[in-house]
């Protein structure tokens, strides 16, 4: 029983004794046999047999207690491949689901931190388009600063449009945005970079968009006002690039989506009445004048009703000026000059009220009403008082274009007003610097129709500008001139007749540029196209008879040909066929004179014309005398 041999080394029958080394099943077993107490010990060699052949075949055996993780240890002694197999899927699976919850959690922190980006993207797009820039935009000399601010916030909301085409705020934003892209790049009446044809593109991708979002909510009463503002928009380009029954067919739409609208808040009503305005201005274009003066009126109504309900509300005052400038300007062109002077100091008692000092919009609105006062002066012969107010006028226009030079509509207002102090000084007789006021017009008309080729206002505004450059070198006696620039006027205003066959406005000019034309042909001796010339005018102005489409200064254009034609006749007679050529002058002679009357016994009769009466009368009896 001695624990340790003589020679010091470790008695291996100690180990029986050491039940801390006897850990595993085979231990159990022998320790089991060697218990002292019987009832612990195998009762017969078959139960110890039995464990021996349970422990070499890894089964539990009953010499171990029979505990859960001991069963596990013997199922994986006894299945070691499987078991290893299976814990590397397990281990991979439970692996994969750590790195997808993981994942998941990273997803959603991006997607937080991506909804977060996009709010603050879409917040400074908006408050770029709705705060900064409506704040700055009756600023001088902010137009191309005003174009950089909507661009780029419109790229802003067109990256977040691609990827959230679905979101229906966004989309009206977005709607928004093009709408303020186009109001810079050219909305006529408003500062802006004359890009007219920029800006009818603009404002259709704005209709387009607001199109789509009406019809998923048709009863969405704000929807419907953006629609007609889009529908408005879109006809005022169209009508400014030569196409009014594009710019009426907008309107009459505009008007229905008004129909469904009962309850009509401030906004709906603004809408409504600039629409009449604007329906208004192509109506008259096309020759309707007397509807035009009825959308004038309509609006002022309506707008004189919202400035008594809203009195400090700036945009409601500025619109009532602006439709009482347009309804002067329809009176002046029907011959009512008392009318349209008194339309015209409406405008500006209206504008007066909104001027700042900061504002620079509001003191040109005032500057170019108060000028439309002196054109009724001019009409009305009396030109010296037109000449002092139109003076004012050009040295506001001038100090307004240098504090924003990009400014279309400031360029435009200095380029009238050179033309109107030409036609001035012309009247007055002083022929010089008549010339002089036209020619830088003209430069003004030039670098304008380079700059926006589509717009036909520009285009226009270069017509009329060669049209009265030439009638001022024909009454400087300057005939060579006057022929070339009379010519050059009829080449671009045939054009746009072409272009927009139903502005009776353009060809009516078109009837006035061949009778110049032909005018001074014959007095230069060339006959055979003078007389192409006043027939090719007659044609004209029959037609727009025909379809009472001439108002008080296209009739007396008519009795101008009627005259012409007659001059060209009598003086033939002197040629061949006297007797013949001497009625068929004093024929147009009477037809001449019928208009004048008419016009006279209907004191639309212009000041410039007092004399014509007479003096046809005086030919009618040179003709009766060689008869």
């Not at 078109?510 to 110049?516: F, N, P, Q, T």
């Not at 008519?558 to 005259?563: D, I, L, Q, R």
Request: charged fraction near 25%; proline fraction near 2%; hydrophobic fraction near 40%.
């Amino acid at each position: 029983n001695q624990s340790q041999l003589t020679n010091g080394e470790e008695n291996p029958r100690s180990k029986t004794q050491d039940l801390k080394s006897l850990r595993g099943d085979l231990d159990n077993i022998i320790l089991k046999a060697l218990r002292k107490e019987p009832e612990r010990r195998y009762a017969s060699v078959l139960e110890f047999s039995e464990d021996i052949r349970r422990h070499l075949a890894g089964l539990p055996v009953t010499a171990t207690a029979d505990t859960f993780s001991y069963r596990i240890e013997r199922f994986v002694k006894r299945h070691r491949a499987g078991v290893l197999t299976s814990g590397l899927i397990v281990l991979t699976l439970l692996s994969a689901t750590a790195i997808t919850a993981w994942q998941a959690v990273v997803a959603v922190r991006e997607r937080d931190r991506a909804g977060q980006r996009f709010n603050q993207v879409r917040k400074l797009a908006n408050t770029v388009l709705f705060e900064y820039h409506d704040g700055i935009a009756k600023l001088a000399g902010s137009t191309p600063l005003r174009e950089r601010m909507v661009k780029d916030a419109l790229e802003y909301l067109n990256t977040l449009a691609k990827e959230n085409i679905d979101d229906a705020l966004l989309q009206s934003e977005l709607a928004t945005a093009y709408f303020k892209v186009g109001e810079v790049q050219g909305a006529p009446a408003k500062s802006s970079l004359g890009d007219y044809g920029g800006g009818l593109e603009s404002f259709k991708k704005s209709l387009a968009i607001r199109e789509k979002l009406y019809a998923d909510a048709p009863q969405n009463e704000q929807l419907k006002i953006d629609l007609i503002q889009s529908h408005q928009m879109v006809g005022h380009l169209s009508q400014v690039t030569d196409d009014i029954p594009a710019a009426l067919s907008h309107y009459r739409q505009a008007f229905a989506i008004f129909d469904s609208m009962p309850a009509r808040n401030l906004d709906a009503k603004r809408s409504l009445a600039m629409l009449h305005t604007r329906n208004g201005a192509a109506l008259s274009s096309s020759g309707e004048l007397v509807s035009a003066i009825e959308n004038f009126r309509r609006a002022i109504v309506i707008t004189d009703e919202l400035v008594l309900s809203n009195p400090d509300n700036r945009d409601v005052r500025r619109d009532l000026g602006l439709s009482n400038a347009l309804l002067g300007d329809a009176l002046e062109e029907a011959g009512n000059l008392d009318g349209a002077i008194a339309s015209q100091r409406a405008a500006v008692a209206a504008f007066e009220l909104l001027i700042v000092d900061t504002d620079a919009q509001s003191k040109r609105d005032l500057n170019a009403a108060t000028g439309k006062i002196g054109d009724v002066l001019f009409k009305m012969g009396k030109h010296q008082e037109a000449l002092v107010i139109q003076l004012k006028a050009t040295a506001v226009d001038e100090e307004l274009l240098k504090s924003d030079p990009k400014n279309a509509l400031l360029r435009r207002d200095v380029q009238v007003d050179f033309y109107k102090l030409g036609r001035i000084e012309s009247e007055l007789g002083n022929m010089n610097a008549a010339l002089k006021n036209q020619r830088r017009c003209i430069d003004f008309c030039e670098e304008a129709v380079a700059a926006n080729p589509e717009s036909s206002e520009s285009r226009g505004d270069l017509g009329v500008a060669y049209y009265f450059f030439g009638a001022m070198h024909e009454k400087n006696n300057d005939l060579t001139a006057a022929l070339e620039y009379y010519k050059k006027a009829t080449e671009i205003e045939e054009a746009m007749s072409a272009a927009d066959p139903t502005n009776t406005a353009v060809l009516s000019n078109v009837s006035e540029d061949y009778l110049k034309v032909s005018d001074v042909a014959l007095k230069l001796g060339n006959r055979a196209e003078a007389l192409a010339g006043y027939l090719k005018a007659l044609l004209i102005r029959e037609k727009l008879a025909a379809g009472n489409q001439e108002n008080a200064a296209g009739r007396a254009v008519s009795a101008k040909v009627y005259e012409s034609l007659g001059d060209y006749y009598f003086s033939q007679s002197r040629i061949d066929k006297p007797l013949e050529n001497f009625k068929e002058a004093k024929h147009r002679y009477e037809q001449s004179l019928a208009v004048w009357n008419d016009l006279s016994q209907k004191s639309i009769l212009l000041s410039e014309d007092a004399a014509k009466p007479d003096a046809v009368r005086q030919k009618i009896t040179k003709c009766d005398q060689a008869l």
